[in-house]
């Protein structure tokens, strides 16, 4: 079982900052990607930013400048910063990681990318 769940959502005023945090739990053998999504009312969930377990990290062209990720591999744990934000920022934000885990009564090992229940980031003067 893992399990992925995400904090530090909130309400910021415009050129506010705020930081998200991730974290993975359970029988983990390893975390590759993880990454922070986001998603309006109505719209597709999109990809904000990730990074793979060597440091690589992917922007989308909005956030490029304003945002950081970054990862504590030793607590499977994805960090989202978040500065200059903009009413346009709004939106739940989602954290995935792509993980192998131990498949339970057996020994063998399962890759599969779990989905956190997502945060509300709200940016509004």
């Known amino acids: 079982q893992v399990q992925v769940a995400e904090s530090g959502g909130g309400l910021v005023q415009p050129g506010g900052s705020l930081r998200l945090s991730c974290a993975a739990s359970?029988?983990?053998?390893?975390?590759?990607?993880m990454g922070w999504y986001r998603q309006t009312p109505g719209e597709q969930r999109v990809l904000v930013a990730s990074?793979?377990?060597?440091?690589?990290?992917n922007y989308a062209d909005s956030v490029k400048g304003r945002f950081a990720i970054s990862r504590d591999s030793a607590k499977n744990t994805v960090y989202l910063q978040m500065n200059s934000l903009k009413p346009e920022d709004t939106a739940v934000y989602f954290c995935?990681?792509?993980?192998?885990?131990?498949?339970?009564?057996?020994?063998?090992?399962?890759?599969?990318?779990?989905w956190g229940q997502g945060t509300q980031v709200t940016v509004s003067s």
């Open positions: 990074i793979t377990s060597t440091g690589t990290t």
């Open positions: 995935n990681a792509d993980v192998l885990s131990r498949i339970p009564s057996t020994t063998g090992f399962a890759r599969n990318t779990y």
């Open positions: 359970g029988t983990i053998a390893a975390v590759y990607a």
